[in-house]
């Protein structure tokens, strides 16, 4: 075990002594739940108070209008999901992808807090237009580090498009939110159809990922453009489009 590890065990062991919960948090004013034991990193963050997922949430809490539909893909444990649901209220769908099957209970819990029923569809599944029905998922150390492809410990989940997710939706616009480490890239390469009804997008973008890093990104960027989004936020790698007005 490395030192920060410990470190962070014996910081949690101490919390528990004290009474303190290593499983509930509320780090954007929405509880949401960890089960202990589950992601020693992310609740270490969580238990010390730290910004976590910051910009997204910032991005959510000013631009998501209530009664918007949602597609959120890359759910992890549900902490931006929680706060997803409580800024469109109870009705509008919420759609969430989550590859790695280990987080969907948890995901699933968090995300449909405050919503009428079935109004929350949580899907393990990963995107991909590999054309295969299903795609090699890759898990990380921790929850934030999982992506697609080969790796120490893999799961196999089914491949889904953007325009499958959005079948699933009312008509007219939605939101959505992603953060799927990379895939991003592919994925507004091949979807200009289901770009069109996007009205808000929040995308937490991956160059490191990217085959050619900053020129993929510029690119990727310019092809969101063309589809009418603009750009209204900017912070780390999280940027905020909305419909540009006719």
């Known amino acids: 075990m490395s030192f920060k590890k410990f470190q962070r065990r014996q910081y949690l062991k101490l919390r528990k002594r004290l009474g303190r919960s290593n499983e509930d948090f509320a780090p954007h004013g929405v509880p949401v739940h960890i089960p202990e034991g589950s992601d020693l990193a992310i609740t270490y963050l969580l238990a010390k108070g730290r910004p976590y997922e910051a910009e997204e949430a910032g991005m959510v809490r000013d631009y998501l209008l209530p009664g918007t539909n949602v597609i959120e893909l890359g759910g992890c444990f549900g902490v931006v999901s929680a706060l997803v649901r409580k800024t469109i ?18 995901l699933t819990r968090n995300a449909g807090q405050g919503a ?15 054309g295969a029905a299903s795609v090699t998922f890759s898990i990380g150390p921790n929850a934030h580090m999982s992506r697609l492809g080969a790796g120490a410990r ?18 007219g ?7 799927i480490e990379g895939a ?6 091949a979807e200009a159809d289901a770009l069109d009804r996007i009205g808000l ?13 900053k020129e993929d990104l510029d690119a990727m960027l310019t092809t969101l453009a063309a589809a009418g989004l603009v ?14 007005r006719a």
Do not use: K
């Not at 109870?90 to 969907?104: G, K, M």
């Open 154 to 171: 893999t799961v196999t989940v089914p491949a889904v498009r953007l325009v499958d997710l959005v079948a699933r939706l009312p008509a």
């Open 116 to 130: 009428a029923p079935g109004q929350t569809d949580v899907l393990n599944a990963a995107v991909d237009y590999s």
């Open 184 to 189: 991003e890239l592919g994925l507004f390469a």
């Open 201 to 213: 997008l929040v995308l937490e973008t991956h160059p490191d990922a990217y085959p050619r890093g």
């Open 231 to 244: 750009q209204v936020r900017a912070e780390a790698d999280v940027v905020c489009f909305r419909r540009a």
């Open 89 to 106: 209220g109870p009705e509008a769908r919420h759609v969430i992808v989550e590859a790695n099957p280990s987080l969907i209970d948890p």
């Open 173 to 179: 616009p939605y939101a959505l939110v992603c953060d």
